[in-house]
């Protein structure tokens, strides 16, 4: 990657690689370098701070942190950093997700963490992608594409059911 | 208001105002131009579809949507644009914000919506402002100054309830 | 399908389509005309749109909506519609239905969805051909046919259960 | 009232009835003759069984139920009457409303509800109106016109907000 | 069957009969007269009205009643009989018994029903058995039988595990 | 008082006592004789168990056991007599009285807690009476009174409402 | 206070000193010299961090944290220190603390949280003490003490409602 | 086991054990002598009374205890004694641990219980051992040694992950 990235993917455990893929494969399709990193808000707290606190100097524009059960990632590096903060949280305690929904989103005045829907890593990317295409035409247009084409399927699904009608 | 708003604030009815009022004085005090709009999803679909589509090119780059029970308004709008699209969920029915979160947060992959907290107003201007600070150092900067007030004012709290310990 | 169709059952996602299989076959069993419909509030908001505003011109009586999560098609429709609009939440993710239930269910006061069971398809259509059957004595027939047919097979089951005591 | 009632109100305690207003004055509003019934599925289950089996050739054209708590009025009322039943949950015990809200949409198979929101009277009447304007023109305009009243006032309200931005 | 019932099982469909078994082993095992029921509060009401209004004069003296989501029966039955009725909540809609169990339990005042646990049935009977050991020493002693049984079954356990310590 | 009690009433703190007032009033108002206790699962777990052991010999029939939060009581009692005990999950914490309800609902196989609504008090009393009944005739009547005085209410009420309609 | 403190009892804002009153009067009350902190994971993540790293050096024995929504405050300070943490949820939200809770709780394999009831600040000071009290018999004594009052009071009151029976 | 036990984990049923075995392997990794105690609250009330009010003097400093549902052996064994007692919530029904949960930690005040995560058996452990390290440096080291390798283990997932960035 010679390319710096400017989207970080935090997950709490390398077990979570196989519900962020869908992050990567977005960014990647966007052309949008990113890195991943393994980093828990418990077990490496202070590579997490140091993560955060350096990231906007390394040229990181948007943070993307997944976690399940009592979600801190999201909420500890967004304390660190005035860089957005994107929170996915995951379904992985027989909570269902309820608990890292809440741990993510409830998050209090001063420190927001922009969260998405549980497991929901791919709209993840795509609004890191929204965010960075308010400065940078070639995303935006990414998105836009990927609009084009979720509508395209979506009539062509339309029209496969609904037939002449 | 000379300078172009570049904040929308969406509020699904007007009696929502006093909710979204901490956003509307965290934006003033960042000396970002937002603009206030009461738009309903359901009871004014046209007016928000109208405002959604053509928000990009009025200059707006970040959109604040909140609602209450099932609350649409935010995704609504992130169907209509590209933007960057936060959502509000409020706690007005005795559900207490239970639905609005879950109405608001669950996106379908491809349109995100960025959720903060239930009642969270003053923490979506703040995101607001971190995803503008992006490319406006002077918003990032306020965004800092409030950081650091607010540190220095847990400090503050922190040596008057610890005294000399 | 020379007939117009008189129910529309719409559906965010052609993955949805398993799950309402059994509202299409009640209202075939039903003899009631309708017609199937991927149409997204998020993905496709136009075409939502434009069947909504002309539906009742087209002769569709009711309209049936099924999404998951942050099920916002039901309340995009009752919006453009006077109509009856029926809600059938989907348990797609992991909070299993919780979300797309309160999603649909609390609508602001003035548009109204008449929001089923979760996974409910079937009795969506049970209850579009209940508000048929007011001015359609055949459907209202068919209506009770069913009813009766459940009796029966419950009477059968109770009896074979229960023996001869 | 000489015309004959066309729409039942059935709550399941006269203090339900403050929750109740609402429904009233909008089929006033909207001229639409209606009865209003104490009926309960367990105080009173012959009455609400005589109601029910009779509502239809009485010239009832829908049912409104409301309860709270382990609300069966709905669902009891619709397993004896092929009638439209619509469900209004109502927020009475310490659950808040969760507990009439899932014991009145969660029907089974064969005998739906159309439920609307926890406390939701004023949708349960306009819904009604919704399902009586398919064959009723002048009913069907209330609702159009109660549409137009609700839009002009939001527009209002936005621009009273919005002011010359 | 010579002996009469002196318990009854109810149950909303035949295919609730997996889940109740063990109501129905643990009465033979107690040796306690029982009937099966396959009925409706919404599908068969007037039987279901029919067997709760003679089930005293019958000879029965506790009714178990067991349903899914929407749980209605347990309250229908308990509305038309004085006689003791256990509810039993089934997990049988994605919300997992959730809906079932506010349905049972949240009662109105006048109306209980005595609610034993999701998917209780076994908890059922053996409510059912220590009511009618209050006059019949025979049931009672079954019932201190098993829990002598269990006791000692947990001893084993206890010190299989624990071992001489 | 010099009939001997036939239910006890089993509160976990003295402050509950405002909440189960309408056991007592039921209870009083059927002519039952009852015993009022403050017994704690956690603060008094010897007087708690000496009570449970000794119920039966006494002479108690039924027993109501009412508490909050992580409710215990009615299940320690109940694991230590074949008596019926009913649950009666008090809403005392923030979380409304769910936290009562699903302790004391969610009984293990065995040991089964008949749990009536939360702060279900008169229904707890109602109940015990009905089971009092299998046995008692003038206790039975007395229930079948009480439930004719409210059909009788509501009928009064559904009348004044229903007017000559 | 010239004792060094054994007990920190940290919140994450000064409001939250009202309800962490009834944790200081008990360690008053028990002798336990501890420290009152306003510490937040997210606004003053620096101080929290120096906090954890250097309590067991300085003594500290026992943390206590509390706080409210996405209440991260034990956790983090659960991943500086070995030493026990009490998190203490706070219901401060429309959510009613089961946001506090599951953040609070759900903490990942590896670093516990010993999470005690929503607003439970007094049972998080008496948890302290029982763990303080394995090696220091006069807080061991006085948690023994404050048992025996609970003890008398609770007789007391069920003496003073059960009268002579 | 000639060392004596300083540790006990209880558990509702045999069946947990599997559930429970990280919390064996831990105390075992870390040289902690634990005993390993099927009780039951409800089925072995007297066993589990006797080992509680026993447990200090045989030298346990710190109880686990495990169940599932309507979870009480923590409450009950927290009642009888002084020491620390961990509550681990199984999930084992159908409300997945949320029942388990809320029984477990909103202990009234006095008799608090150090609650886990769901299914957190090996925090549960871990929790333990940090307490004993208090007074046990051996433990002590175990833990941070534990930390330090699950720090070793994140950086390593990190590193493999992240490649040369």
Same mark, same amino acid.
């Given at each position: 990657?010679?390319?710096?990235?400017?989207?970080?993917?935090? &997950?709490?455990?390398?077990?979570?690689?196989? =519900? &962020?893929?869908? !992050?990567?494969?977005?960014?990647? !399709?966007?052309?949008?370098?990113?890195?991943?990193?393994?980093?828990?808000?418990?077990?490496? #707290?202070?590579?997490?701070?140091?993560?955060?606190? %350096?990231?906007? %100097?390394?040229?990181?524009?948007? /943070?993307?942190?997944?976690?399940?059960?009592?979600?801190?990632?999201?909420?500890?590096?967004?304390?660190?950093?005035?860089?957005?903060?994107?929170?996915? #949280? @995951?379904?992985?305690?027989?909570?269902?997700?309820?608990?890292?929904?809440?741990?993510?989103?409830? &998050?209090?005045?001063?420190? #927001?963490? !922009?969260?998405?829907?549980?497991?929901?890593? !791919?709209?993840?990317?795509? =609004?890191?992608?929204?965010?960075?295409? @308010?400065?940078? #035409?070639? /995303?935006?247009? &990414?998105?836009?594409?990927?609009?084009?084409?979720?509508?395209?399927? /979506?009539?062509?699904?339309?029209?496969?059911?609904?037939?002449?009608?």
């Amino acid at each position: 990657m010679e390319k710096k990235p400017i989207v970080a993917i935090l &997950m709490g455990s390398k077990s979570d690689l196989s =519900l &962020m893929r869908p !992050a990567c494969e977005i960014l990647e !399709a966007f052309e949008v370098e990113y890195e991943l990193r393994v980093l828990s808000a418990h077990r490496t #707290p202070e590579r997490t701070s140091d993560f955060a606190t %350096k990231a906007r %100097k390394r040229g990181i524009q948007v /943070v993307i942190c997944a976690a399940g059960g009592a979600a801190h990632l999201a909420g500890v590096v967004a304390g660190l950093t005035t860089l957005p903060v994107i929170g996915v #949280p @995951l379904a992985r305690t027989p909570l269902a997700g309820q608990d890292a929904l809440l741990a993510t989103v409830q &998050m209090p005045t001063g420190i #927001p963490v !922009a969260t998405v829907a549980v497991d929901g890593a !791919a709209n993840a990317a795509i =609004l890191a992608a929204q965010i960075l295409g @308010l400065n940078n #035409p070639a /995303v935006e247009k &990414m998105v836009e594409n990927m609009r084009a084409a979720n509508l395209a399927k /979506v009539i062509a699904d339309d029209e496969e059911l609904n037939g002449g009608s």
